[in-house]
């Protein structure tokens, strides 16, 4: 009995010794203390600001053909209602289908000419985003009753007619899933590219790798490739689960849906490319690269609406997130069936993204070497 109770405090001792070691390697690095403690407090005003369904402001469109007195009373309510941001007034029924596919407004209302008889209001949403369309839709829903039950009972009351753009049924699968296919790539690449030169240098195959007669810019190029193929790769299965077996209708085209993953990947990879050269181990890449998907998902009107973050953040988003751009321009394409002239403002950024990044990982990659 005693040989077994010593046994157990030698045990427990060999265990509180290692514990101590890992406490004391985990506070005593830098890197950890800080992977520890900021991310956290990072995602938390993230979240906090960013993972939100009620919207900030809805951006709308006007067309009003009905130019009576009632159709003033109502734009003047929508005008003084803070959540309510009037982004264009339409002079054409295809003014205002040309606008909504070019994302101006989150819902548009069409007054027709005898608005004033009927009361009738055409309520057009974007339905690209379901939780953000229906969000917006209750909203105006609700000025709407409210204007009804302030108006005489000589006026006819307001009446809303529903209808939804890009996703007609409003079925949140169609949005959620088409996002994912660059949302998930965005991880895929983060992973892999981050490991590239990271997992080199652990292994000790860096200094044999510098050895072949492969220059710094074909080594990068060689180590940027793989994870940018794999990504668009699997784009291309998943574009092929929400066509096929989903059966979520493709409007545009799939050489331009081709386009946009292959920017969206090399856009990518840079960033990934630059935390694995940074990254002192395999395992602090790996974590930054999940440090920095996360964020990117939350922030790219996957989940929550665009339009419910505050418009600082808004700001922020458009200038360091790739994934916002493509998830637009993949949305525009697959559900609304944009063309390459309608979409290229999104891509742009893409472009501009791989370009700084990749000279970036370069000029840090022959830092190392020398």
């Given at each position: 009995m005693m040989?077994?109770?010593?046994?157990?405090?030698a045990?427990?001792?060999r265990?509180?010794?290692?514990?101590?070691?890992?406490f004391?390697?985990?506070?005593?690095?830098k890197?950890?203390?800080?992977i520890?403690?900021?991310p956290?407090?990072?995602?938390?005003?993230i979240f906090?600001?960013?993972?939100?369904f009620?919207?900030?402001?809805?951006p709308?469109?006007?067309?009003?053909?009905?130019?009576?007195?009632?159709s003033?009373?109502?734009?003047g309510a929508?005008?003084?209602?803070?959540l309510?941001?009037?982004?264009?007034t339409?002079?054409?029924?295809?003014?205002?289908?040309?606008?909504?596919?070019?994302?101006?407004?989150?819902i548009?209302?069409?007054l027709?000419?005898e608005?004033?008889?009927?009361?009738?209001v055409?309520?057009?949403?974007?339905?690209?985003?379901?939780?953000?369309?229906?969000?917006?839709?209750?909203?105006?829903t609700?000025?709407?009753?409210g204007?009804?039950?302030?108006?005489?009972?000589?006026?006819?009351?307001?009446?809303?007619?529903?209808?939804?753009?890009y996703?007609?049924?409003?079925?949140?699968r169609?949005?959620?899933?088409?996002?994912?296919?660059?949302?998930?790539?965005l991880?895929?690449?983060?992973?892999?590219a981050?490991?590239?030169?990271?997992?080199?240098?652990?292994?000790?195959?860096?200094?044999?790798?510098l050895?072949?007669p492969?220059?710094?810019v074909?080594?990068?190029?060689?180590?940027?490739?793989?994870p940018?193929?794999?990504?668009?790769?699997?784009?291309l299965?998943?574009?092929l689960l929400?066509?096929?077996?989903?059966e979520?209708?493709?409007?545009?085209?799939?050489?331009?849906?081709?386009?946009?993953?292959i920017?969206f990947?090399?856009?990518?990879?840079g960033?990934?490319?630059?935390v694995?050269?940074?990254?002192?181990?395999a395992?602090?890449?790996?974590?930054?690269?999940?440090?920095?998907?996360?964020?990117?998902?939350?922030?790219?009107?996957?989940?929550?609406?665009?339009?419910?973050?505050?418009q600082v953040?808004?700001?922020?988003?458009?200038?360091i997130n790739p994934?916002?751009?493509?998830i637009?321009?993949?949305?525009?394409?697959?559900?609304a069936?944009a063309?390459?002239?309608?979409?290229y403002?999104?891509?742009?950024?893409?472009i501009?993204?791989?370009?700084?990044?990749?000279?970036?990982t370069?000029?840090?990659?022959?830092?190392q070497l020398?």
């Amino acid at each position: 009995m005693m040989l077994k109770v010593n046994s157990l405090k030698a045990a427990w001792l060999r265990i509180k010794a290692l514990m101590v070691k890992e406490f004391l390697l985990m506070w005593l690095d830098k890197g950890t203390r800080k992977i520890l403690f900021i991310p956290i407090i990072v995602q938390c005003l993230i979240f906090g600001y960013g993972v939100t369904f009620n919207l900030e402001k809805i951006p709308y469109l006007l067309l009003d053909e009905s130019h009576t007195p009632q159709s003033v009373r109502l734009a003047g309510a929508l005008h003084l209602n803070p959540l309510f941001e009037l982004q264009r007034t339409c002079i054409s029924q295809e003014d205002l289908v040309q606008s909504m596919a070019a994302g101006e407004g989150l819902i548009a209302l069409h007054l027709p000419p005898e608005f004033a008889k009927t009361g009738e209001v055409y309520l057009i949403a974007d339905a690209r985003n379901t939780a953000a369309a229906n969000t917006a839709s209750a909203y105006l829903t609700e000025l709407i009753a409210g204007l009804n039950a302030a108006q005489g009972t000589g006026q006819s009351a307001l009446r809303l007619d529903y209808r939804y753009y890009y996703n007609e049924h409003n079925i949140t699968r169609y949005s959620i899933l088409t996002s994912m296919i660059l949302a998930l790539s965005l991880i895929q690449i983060l992973l892999l590219a981050s490991q590239t030169v990271a997992r080199e240098r652990e292994e000790g195959n860096f200094d044999m790798l510098l050895m072949t007669p492969a220059t710094s810019v074909e080594i990068l190029i060689g180590k940027a490739v793989p994870p940018a193929a794999a990504a668009c790769l699997q784009s291309l299965i998943l574009f092929l689960l929400c066509r096929f077996y989903f059966e979520i209708p493709l409007r545009g085209s799939f050489l331009l849906l081709c386009l946009t993953a292959i920017l969206f990947a090399f856009a990518v990879v840079g960033v990934g490319m630059i935390v694995s050269v940074l990254a002192r181990s395999a395992q602090q890449a790996l974590i930054t690269a999940f440090i920095i998907a996360l964020p990117c998902v939350i922030l790219s009107g996957l989940i929550t609406p665009f339009a419910a973050m505050p418009q600082v953040l808004q700001l922020i988003v458009k200038c360091i997130n790739p994934l916002y751009y493509g998830i637009s321009a993949l949305q525009r394409i697959y559900l609304a069936g944009a063309e390459f002239d309608e979409i290229y403002p999104l891509l742009l950024p893409l472009i501009i993204c791989a370009g700084v990044t990749m000279p970036v990982t370069m000029r840090l990659f022959r830092r190392q070497l020398q």
